[in-house]
C-alpha cells in the first residue's frame, strides 16, 4: 500500500505532489485529512486564458522551430470552425500503417486540416500524398505555434495524442478533440476528456491496434457536424470559461496561489 510509505513523515509545513502516470485515489485522500492541500491551474501563459499578464506569451522554450508565418497565413483564408488540427506532439511516433490510416480518414472528412507531421515522421507518409494534397484543403507541417492555432478562430477540432500539455490547451482554449491516446498518461487524459468533461470522442482502435481511416473519418464528422457534436462544443466552451474564471482575479487558482505565497512568506 503506498499510504504505507507516507506513514513516518513528520509534520510539514507543505506538499508539492507531481501526479504524471498515476496517484492511487487512497494516497490523495489519505493526504488531504492531514495537510493543506491546494489545486492551481490550468498553467498555460496568461495571454491564452485571464490575459492580466501582457508579457506572458509562450512558455519559454521549444523544441523545435515552428512555421508560425506559414500556418497562421493558411489559417487565416480558413472559414471559421471550418479546420481540424492534428498533432501528436514532440515525443508520439506512429507506424506507417497508421501514418497511412490517418492520412486518408484526413482527406476523406473532406474537412480542411492542419497536420503537425515531424520530419522525422514524414517517410511515413503515404507515397504521393503530399504531392496530390491540394493546398486549399490541407497543409503539412513539421512544427507550429500551438496556442496560437488553437486559440485560431478558423479551428473546429483538435485531432491529439491527449498528451496533457496539449490536453490542457485546448481546455483552456475550447477546442473539442478527438482523441488517440499513445502511451503513459494519455489513455486517462482520454478518459477524463470524453466521459467526465465530455468535451471529445476517442477514436477506437481495431484488434490490431489501429485506429482505421473510417473510424477517423467518422469521428471528425460527429465532433464538427452532427448533433452530439453541438453537446461536445458547448463543453468545450463551458469548460473554456471555467479554466478563466479558475485563473482569474479572485479565482480558485488565484486564490490558492495568494494562499500559498502568504503562508510561505510567513513561515520564512
Request: with cysteine; glycine share 6%.
Amino acid at each position: 500500500m503506498l499510504v504505507n510509505q507516507f506513514s513516518n513523515l513528520q509534520k510539514v509545513d507543505w506538499i508539492l505532489i507531481n501526479s504524471f502516470y498515476e496517484l492511487e485515489k487512497e494516497v490523495i485522500d489519505w493526504m488531504a485529512n492531514i495537510y493543506p492541500m491546494k489545486t492551481i491551474g490550468p498553467t498555460i501563459p496568461s495571454m491564452y486564458l485571464d490575459k492580466r499578464l501582457p508579457d506572458d506569451k509562450e512558455y519559454g522554450m521549444s523544441l523545435f522551430k515552428p512555421m508560425a508565418n506559414e500556418c497562421l497565413n493558411w489559417l487565416n483564408r480558413q472559414p471559421i470552425s471550418s479546420v481540424v488540427y492534428v498533432s501528436f506532439g514532440s515525443m508520439a511516433k506512429l507506424e506507417a500503417e497508421q501514418m497511412e490510416e490517418l492520412a486518408w480518414g484526413l482527406k476523406n472528412s473532406n474537412k480542411n486540416f492542419l497536420w503537425v507531421v515531424r520530419s522525422t515522421e514524414e517517410p511515413k507518409l503515404p507515397k504521393n500524398f503530399l504531392d496530390e494534397l491540394a493546398s486549399e484543403k490541407g497543409l503539412v507541417i513539421s512544427w507550429c505555434p500551438q496556442l496560437q492555432v488553437l486559440e485560431h478562430k478558423s479551428i473546429g477540432c483538435f485531432l491529439t495524442h491527449c498528451g496533457w500539455n496539449s490536453t490542457l490547451e485546448a481546455i483552456s482554449l475550447g477546442v473539442p478533440m478527438v482523441t488517440m491516446p499513445q502511451w503513459s498518461d494519455q489513455p486517462t487524459n482520454t478518459k477524463l476528456v470524453q466521459d467526465v468533461w465530455e468535451m471529445g470522442i476517442k477514436a477506437k482502435q481495431d484488434e490490431k491496434g489501429i485506429v482505421r481511416r473510417e473510424v477517423i473519418e467518422e469521428c471528425i464528422k460527429l465532433v464538427m457536424e452532427e448533433e452530439k457534436g453541438n453537446v461536445i462544443r458547448g463543453n468545450a466552451k463551458k469548460w473554456k470559461e471555467l479554466a478563466r474564471n479558475a485563473m482569474d482575479e479572485g479565482g480558485s487558482s488565484d486564490k490558492n496561489i495568494e494562499e500559498f505565497v502568504s503562508k510561505l512568506m510567513t513561515i520564512s
